[in-house]
């Protein structure tokens, strides 16, 4: 799951929140600078990808995108599975998605002072593009994969991954609806 879900599983406490955003963005186990309840944002965070990267459903949709993309299939998943969030949003959320993403936004910007510096730019990026309610439609999820594959310089077009995508949809779906049970179950 990407940042999105990781968002909905802060269960709307600031501190979670800015920690499970922070998290990919930290090395290391060293957070000495950061206030407790941030630190158990950045452990949230690596417990919701522990349990997603553990679970059948998301191991059974990345073999989905083996040919071509396996180097990248786990990102793909978590990416496309903020779609299906998004998507559908309000079967998890009693939040309308616009409403959250904007708390979400506002919380993240107030708190710049605890952002290392790599997510204080992938922010102004995630703001600028709308991303959590871009990740709805298959055009935001497109874009997000353009931009993400110049990011990371490794000549793959992660966007092209949509036909696959598309191919693979309702079983995706179906995968995803077990994963975010189950993660619902343990996280919400």
Same mark, same amino acid.
């Given at each position: 799951?990407?940042?999105?879900?990781?968002?909905?599983?802060?269960?709307?406490?600031?501190?979670?929140?800015?920690?499970?955003?922070?998290?990919?963005?930290?090395?290391?186990?060293?957070?000495?600078?950061?206030?407790?309840?941030?630190?158990?944002?950045?452990?949230?965070?690596?417990?919701?990808?522990?349990?997603?990267?553990?679970?059948?459903?998301?191991?059974?949709?990345?073999?989905?995108?083996?040919?071509?993309?396996?180097?990248?299939?786990?990102?793909?998943?978590?990416?496309?599975?903020?779609?299906? *969030?998004?998507? $559908? #949003?309000?079967?998890?959320?009693?939040? +309308?998605?616009? &409403? @959250?993403?904007?708390?979400?936004?506002?919380?993240?910007?107030?708190?710049?002072?605890?952002?290392?510096?790599?997510?204080?730019?992938?922010?102004?990026?995630?703001?600028?593009?709308?991303?959590?309610?871009?990740?709805?439609?298959?055009?935001?999820?497109?874009?997000?994969?353009?931009?993400?594959?110049?990011?990371?310089?490794?000549?793959?077009?992660?966007?092209?991954?949509?036909?696959?995508?598309?191919?693979?949809?309702?079983? *995706?779906?179906? $995968? #995803?609806?077990?994963?975010?049970?189950? +993660?619902?179950? &343990? @996280?919400?």
């Amino acid at each position: 799951m990407n940042y999105l879900a990781h968002a909905l599983f802060s269960n709307n406490d600031p501190n979670l929140l800015i920690g499970n955003f922070i998290a990919d963005h930290l090395r290391g186990n060293d957070f000495q600078k950061y206030p407790q309840e941030i630190i158990t944002g950045i452990y949230l965070h690596r417990k919701i990808d522990t349990f997603t990267d553990n679970h059948e459903s998301f191991k059974a949709s990345k073999r989905l995108f083996y040919d071509g993309y396996e180097r990248y299939s786990g990102i793909l998943i978590d990416i496309y599975s903020d779609h299906f *969030l998004a998507k $559908n #949003f309000d079967h998890y959320s009693q939040i +309308a998605l616009k &409403e @959250f993403t904007e708390t979400a936004y506002n919380t993240y910007s107030s708190n710049q002072h605890h952002l290392p510096q790599s997510s204080s730019n992938f922010l102004e990026y995630v703001i600028k593009n709308n991303i959590y309610n871009a990740y709805s439609s298959i055009e935001g999820i497109e874009k997000v994969l353009f931009h993400l594959s110049h990011r990371i310089k490794h000549g793959v077009m992660l966007n092209e991954s949509i036909s696959l995508f598309k191919e693979h949809e309702k079983e *995706l779906d179906s $995968n #995803f609806e077990l994963l975010f049970k189950d +993660a619902v179950t &343990e @996280f919400l």
